[in-house]
């Protein structure tokens, strides 16, 4: 779903990174935005009626059983669960401002990781419109990061991301693919 322009050069933006020396100043660690855009975390997906019916005829079963086998600390933890899940199931999903710089990947103006301190990235689509990032650190005790962009913006972001960082190539987790399936 195209809900604005696919990128824009900009102006710099007031972002300081709290890692540099010279805080006092204030265009220290800016650079302009070669490539900028705005993206939804996830798809915000419509769940229907039968969506909560089966929710709730779920938990219904559950505490039959948790009734049944007089186990009641089960029976709380199945009405947390339903609770929890029926919150996050009516969230939308953030908008999420990304940069490219010369230097570094800025997400919200606030997370800054340096071109130097990844090890390799990669594209991968899950569908035809969901289209992301997968960069990986030099430090293994980081996760992998997973950036959403436009299916017309990837030939130049991979083109410009391919003089900065090396491209290996990824195959995504069972993890990543149930985390879209579910929209997490």
Do not use: C
Not at 7 to 31: C, F, I, K, L, Y
Not at 57 to 82: K, R
Not at 137 to 152: E, H, Q, T, Y
Request: proline share 7%.
């Amino acid at each position: 779903m195209y809900t604005g322009p696919i990128m824009t050069s900009s102006p710099n933006h007031p972002a300081h990174s709290p890692h540099h020396e010279d805080r006092d100043d204030p265009t220290a660690g800016q650079s302009d935005p070669v490539f900028s855009w705005n993206i939804k975390a996830n798809a915000d997906k419509e769940h229907g009626n039968l969506f909560y019916f089966l929710i709730l005829a779920a938990m219904t079963l559950l505490l039959i059983f948790s009734i049944w086998e007089s186990d009641f600390l089960f029976g709380i933890f199945i009405i947390l669960a339903t609770g929890t899940i029926l919150y996050l199931s009516t969230r939308r999903a953030p908008t999420i401002h990304f940069e490219l710089t010369e230097h570094e990947l800025v997400i919200e103006n606030e997370t800054r990781h340096d071109y130097n301190h990844l090890a390799y990235f990669d594209v991968y689509s899950f569908s035809p419109d969901d289209v992301e990032l997968f960069f990986v650190f030099k430090k293994r005790a980081r996760a992998m990061l997973r950036v959403p962009i436009w299916r017309g913006d990837k030939d130049p972001i991979v083109a410009f991301l391919q003089t900065k960082v090396p491209q290996h190539p990824i195959e995504p987790s069972l993890l990543d693919i149930l985390s879209k399936i579910v929209g997490i």
